[in-house]
């Protein structure tokens, strides 16, 4: 039962990847073949039937009114539809009522699509009664939950919209209730949202004023000796003095910008009974509050929560902002209760990466390091700061090269998976030289930051258009980010950022991107791939569960009609990140390059640089080989190397 219950929620509310309407039409296929089946239990039938329905709104939702597919989504949606309400009252009727209401609630979302408006479902005889249950089920879920008196609020309008007035009075006294509880709720989100609004990061707040300290430090005094001065003036008093700089403006900062907060800042959640803890909401995270059960302690501090106070608030800095190093709460009968976020099970241990490419101190170090970080934050984030050398200095062509576009995806952090250390910087900066460098208007420069499948199929779709309304266009593409094989084919796949590769159905393929770009009305098409597909990460983690960190050799995919590719790794090898330049290894060479030659370079002198600077500097750096290829069409076979970016 746990098992089919958590399928189903699964099923019901993780957002549904783009699909297409050919998987559309398959899942209706095998929809259709099990309900002949008398051999298929209700219960597989009833999960079938909410995937089928989630594939089959996700199609009509993305595809345009008119555009070909519309009215048989369209159609087929209404088909399912009968499905879905019978299967909220099987599961009622079975006394499963968490599970009928995952069913009871699509029945509702899909009479109320805009798109199904006109099929009639919001007419049919028991379509109040799956809406009084939806609304009343979601308004109930609001008391641990109040997200959820938002989501009653829509529920309740529309079971006043399709049933009789006589109805309303005791509907209307739940939706009045429902809206203020939901206005309380946007309030205490708003106080949350806002508290750091117009509150500079602390690094940036402390970088210049530690940046002039340093510089007036490190100059020589003309009454010392050059002995005097090398005693003074070395590594290690460097981070000595950066440091009581950075405690002076550190103090200043919490001065300047902690709230003091009051009760009605807070928001007081579901007690743990298991640990004897609260988690209360504060505008600077949730605190864990230890409070015991004996004695009905926990429920006396529960109810005479409005008449709490707060004191002895201390913060400190995490994570480049403000936080809470602990507080204590007094109830109006006298206990005491004291917040220390060193009590905390686990914490959120932040490591700046910083590179701003000065002498003898690293000013970007600006995080205190002395476990003042909150330990009700779970895991390790890495935080990259400072300028690389080819982020900077960026040449400006003037010569405007409109009839080229450019398509950037750059997938950094992945829902599912290791995410891909600065591929976002990757993509940014290389759009700033499509611009500055290559002459590029901004507009013709098409940028798709962490990317899921369907702003994948987005992207495509973008620069078909365009290919149709320009013709004779040049065209960009630009990646960075995770690649995969499928491993019983072997075939190469992009990753978007919700998947996890194990179902390379709502992955990229290559041979499908290589197909679609050839197909543009494009002179040439001029691919730069800063991934691998061995199915390893950068740092050498698998992302495959059966690989068992071996890496997968993925079929090569070649080239058609008028592409040329350059590629990251190549084989099984690992395309690896160059940390203290703040890039990929293949991007900051592709990047040198183009500031080296101030764009005017061809495909062939840019080939030897990154193949020979890349292979050179990952010996050097990550002891491993990294081999960049590049990949032609045949019948660019013989020119290729003369081609130009602009």
């Not at 007081?268 to 302690?297: C, H, M, W």
């Amino acid at each position: 039962m746990i098992a089919l219950s958590f399928i189903i929620c699964h099923l019901s509310f993780n957002p549904a990847n783009a699909q297409t309407a050919e998987e559309a039409d398959r899942a209706y296929k095998q929809l259709i073949e099990m309900r002949i089946d008398t051999g298929i239990s209700k219960d597989s039938f009833y999960i079938k039937v909410l995937e089928c329905c989630r594939i089959q709104r996700n199609v009509l939702l993305s595809t345009p009114t008119g555009v070909t597919g519309y009215a048989k989504a369209q159609s087929t949606l209404k088909s399912i539809y009968p499905f879905v309400c019978s299967g909220a009252g099987y599961y009622s009727q079975s006394h499963r009522d968490s599970i009928a209401i995952v069913y009871a609630k699509m029945a509702v979302d899909i009479a109320m699509m805009q798109e199904m408006r006109d099929q009639g479902l919001r007419t049919t005889p028991d379509y109040p009664k799956f809406v009084y249950f939806t609304a009343a089920r979601t308004y109930n879920a609001g008391q641990n939950d109040p997200q959820q008196y938002v989501e009653a609020i829509k529920y309740l309008q529309e079971y006043m919209d399709v049933t009789d007035v006589s109805q309303h009075p005791r509907v209307m006294a739940y939706l009045k209730e429902a809206q203020q509880l939901a206005v309380q709720y946007q309030k205490s989100k708003a106080i949350f949202a806002d508290v750091n609004k117009g509150v500079p990061d602390f690094d940036i707040f402390a970088r210049e004023s530690i940046r002039q300290g340093m510089e007036k430090w490190k100059q020589k005094d003309p009454y010392e000796t050059v002995a005097e001065f090398k005693e003074r003036v070395n590594e290690e008093t460097a981070k000595k003095k950066q440091k009581e700089l950075q405690d002076i403006l550190m103090e200043e900062y919490v001065q300047r910008f902690s709230h003091k907060m009051t009760i009605a800042d807070m928001q007081l959640k579901p007690y743990d009974a298991d640990n004897q803890s609260f988690l209360i909401g504060s505008p600077y995270g949730d605190i864990v509050l230890p409070v015991p059960r004996t004695d009905n302690e926990a429920r006396d501090f529960a109810e005479s929560w409005a008449d709490v106070k707060v004191y002895n608030q201390n913060f400190v800095i995490a994570n480049k902002k403000l936080a809470l190093a602990g507080l204590s709460f007094s109830t109006p009968s006298g206990k005491i209760y004291t917040y220390n976020n060193q009590q905390a099970l686990a914490y959120n241990e932040t490591q700046v990466d910083a590179n701003f490419a000065e002498d003898l101190v690293d000013y970007g170090k600006l995080v205190n390091s002395d476990g003042s970080e909150s330990k009700a934050k779970i895991g390790v984030k890495e935080v990259a700061v400072g300028v690389s050398d080819v982020d900077i200095n960026i040449p400006e062509n003037k010569k405007v090269n409109s009839k080229t576009f450019a398509i950037i995806i750059a997938n950094e952090n992945y829902t599912l998976v290791p995410p891909v250390p600065m591929a976002g910087n990757d993509g940014s900066v290389f759009a700033q030289y499509c611009e500055k460098t290559l002459g590029l208007p901004k507009e013709n420069i098409l940028q798709y930051p962490d990317a899921t499948y369907g702003k994948m199929i987005r992207a495509m779709q973008d620069i078909k258009n365009i290919s149709e309304a320009y013709k004779d266009i040049r065209v960009i593409l630009f990646y960075a980010g995770h690649g995969i094989p499928n491993e019983s084919t072997r075939d190469a796949f992009l990753l978007p950022i919700d998947a996890d590769g194990r179902s390379t159905q709502v992955c990229y393929p290559l041979k499908k991107l290589y197909a679609e770009l050839s197909a543009l009305n494009a002179t040439n098409v001029i691919i730069f791939l800063d991934a691998c597909f061995s199915g390893t990460t950068g740092e050498g983690k698998t992302l495959m569960a059966s690989a068992r960190g071996v890496a997968l050799k993925a079929r090569q995919e070649k080239p058609t009609g008028n592409l040329v590719v350059f590629s990251a790794a190549s084989d099984d090898e690992t395309a690896y990140p160059y940390t203290d330049r703040g890039h990929g290894l293949f991007t900051y060479f592709l990047l040198k390059k183009l500031q080296n030659s101030k764009g005017s370079t061809t495909l062939g002198e840019l080939n030897d640089y990154i193949s020979e600077n890349v292979k050179q500097k990952s010996v050097l750096i990550n002891h491993k080989i990294q081999t960049p290829v590049v990949s032609f069409s045949n019948e660019l076979q013989n020119n290729w190397r003369k081609l130009k970016l602009r």
